[in-house]
């Protein structure tokens, strides 16, 4: 037998490509964008070692024209749930048996092709799928991604290390085991990434997995899992399906060997799947692992002592970077009367300013929101506020639908501060405004923990030490990322773990040890050299 300790050095994070004109990465993803468009994919579904089709198509469209057919992909129904599950079962054995060195070099590899072979597809099929621009494509599908796949393994043989100290006469010592049946891998449109770390972090663990996507990230979805498999990845291991969540929740909620899930979506989704676990506890094997990071109202909090052009410009991106559809992007905002007036100034400016159009035009800030349902529930919003008294466009508000689901960026301003905008996630480009008296400071700080039930990113802006450290006190539970001076989004794996709680979920900070653990059940065990063979203890004997 061979054996060895294995290193696996934390990693730098993979370094941002700027896509400037002129530059070798530009040209490439330009012309990722046009071999992808110019073919049409047939997706399958991935159950074991099936690429499974069905007779039911749905058609796969850029949300920024949503007349262009980028190919289709196949429904499943309860079968194909069962079919996933059982192929998962089926694959655990001989996964978790595996050695680390294997399972930690196909995630290494799957990590390396992205970076290299397939950087300008996974973005293009970002761009595409999702309607990011190149930056946001770059940042999430190619970087993220890359980073959890190689942070992670270096987390995990950390994990790997840790063992308990042995008293004289005995070795002790923890194996970190799977869990005990397959984990379900729910991931949602926003990011390319979280679609990918959901399902590999449990994988990488030993656990088998069952992945449903949801529908409008399926084109890069399926682009990574091609990936996997070409970087090795066993038939089974990971199981892609596109099945309606209802049906993946009553075939996998109510089977015996259910053991977990990741998930990222909607609060109330996560809230009935918690309870339908709940009721089902007496079916499984052992207590599922729940772990799920959900919605959303982000805060941007100022002091009257902050620069008007760094708030500006932590508004303008925090809350309009992919359209706001990122469950971080901050959408409510406490600004001071004493500088309102210079940021309203600069907001206007700024929206104004932006390029809406297709991800194609590099020069676009602004691409489409994800699908006509989300664009008209948006839209419901903006056009709410221009009827009410207890509010008014400062800035934006345009919809159109004709060519792309577009959404111009929009800054409501209110006098009411529990004012609907402030207070329910609109997962849009909409940014609402509550000006508040310079010498409310701290009455406001309690308005922003009370006003939304969430608790997932925040930020302070000030340039005064004292309010800073006021606010980063007083609103230690109002979020679970929190920003000093700059936008509440953009977290970067391996610097700043991601979750929150209260509404926003089980805050196991993605991109950290921390979620890892989640996916592990120890065994401790003890070995003793030189066993007793007489129950008595020295003090029973007589003096």
């Known amino acids: 037998m061979h054996q060895g300790s294995f290193s696996y050095p934390l990693p730098a994070n993979e370094p941002v490509l700027n896509y400037a004109p002129g530059s070798k990465e530009r040209e490439n993803l330009k012309a990722a964008l046009a071999l992808l468009k110019g073919e049409k994919l047939d997706v399958p579904m991935y159950i074991g070692a099936d690429e499974v089709r069905t007779s039911k198509k749905e058609s796969l469209r850029p949300p920024h024209e949503h ?43 799957a990590a390396d092709l992205i970076a290299t072979k397939y950087r300008g597809q996974m973005n293009a099929a970002t761009m595409l ?57 729910i991931t949602p449109f926003n990011f390319t990434a979280i679609g990918g770390n959901l399902p590999t972090s449990a994988a990488m663990c030993g656990n088998v997995v069952v992945w449903k996507p949801a529908h409008t990230q399926i084109y890069s979805a399926q682009l990574f899992m091609r990936i996997l498999k070409e970087a090795g990845l066993p038939d089974g291991v990971i199981n892609l399906i596109y099945v309606d969540g209802p049906v993946v929740g009553e075939v996998c909620f109510n089977h015996r060997e259910f053991a977990g899930v990741h998930f990222t979506g909607s609060t109330g989704v996560f809230n009935h799947m918690w309870e339908t676990i709940g009721k089902n506890i007496p079916k499984y094997r052992s207590y599922p692992r729940i772990v799920g990071e959900t919605g959303g109202k982000d805060f941007v909090m100022v002091h009257r002592s902050a620069d008007p052009g ?17 469950c971080s992007a901050a959408s409510r905002a406490y600004i001071p009367s004493n500088i309102w ?75 009411d501060p529990q004012y609907v905008t402030m207070c329910e996630e609109i997962f849009g480009p909409v940014l609402t405004v509550y000006v508040y008296p310079a010498g409310s400071f701290e009455k406001t700080l309690d308005l922003v923990d009370s006003t ?92």
């Open 129 to 185: 799928g999702q309607s990011k621009n190149a930056y946001q494509a770059e940042i999430d599908s190619a970087c993220e991604l890359i980073d959890f796949l190689r942070f992670n393994v270096h987390f995990l043989s950390e994990i790997y290390t840790q063992q308990p100290i042995s008293g004289a006469g005995m070795h002790n010592r923890l194996e970190y085991r799977p869990l005990e049946g397959f984990v379900l891998a």
């Open 341 to 415: 007036k210079e940021v309203k100034k600069l907001l206007i400016e700024g929206v104004n300013s932006f390029k809406m159009g297709s991800v194609e035009d590099f020069s676009n800030f602004i691409n489409a929101v994800i699908d006509e349902r989300s664009f008209d529930k948006i839209k419901g919003y903006i056009d709410k506020a221009k009827r009410d008294s207890k509010a008014s466009i400062v800035v934006g508000g345009t919809c159109d639908k004709k060519e792309g689901y577009f959404i111009q960026p929009t800054v409501i301003e209110t006098k």
């Open 310 to 326: 760094v708030v500006a410009t932590a508004l303008l991106r925090g809350a309009f970077e992919f359209q706001g559809q990122k």
């Open 67 to 109: 007349k262009f057919v980028l190919g289709q992909f196949s429904i499943g129904e309860k079968k194909h749930v069962q079919q996933a599950v059982d192929a998962a079962v089926g694959a655990k054995r001989s996964w978790e048996a595996m050695s680390w060195e294997s399972r930690a070099g196909i995630f290494l590899k």
């Open 452 to 543: 939304s039930p969430y608790a997932l990113t925040g930020s302070i802006i000030a340039t005064d030490r004292a309010a800073i450290e006021t606010a980063t006190k007083r609103l230690s539970n109002a979020a679970g990322n929190f920003y000093i001076n700059d936008k509440p989004t953009g977290a970067v794996v391996g610097q700043q773990p991601f979750g929150g709680a209260r509404a926003s979920g089980t805050n196991d900070k993605a991109g950290s040890i921390l979620n890892l653990y989640r996916w592990l059940s120890v065994r401790t065990v003890k070995e003793t050299f030189n066993p007793p063979v007489d129950y008595r203890y020295p003090f029973m004997a007589e003096e």
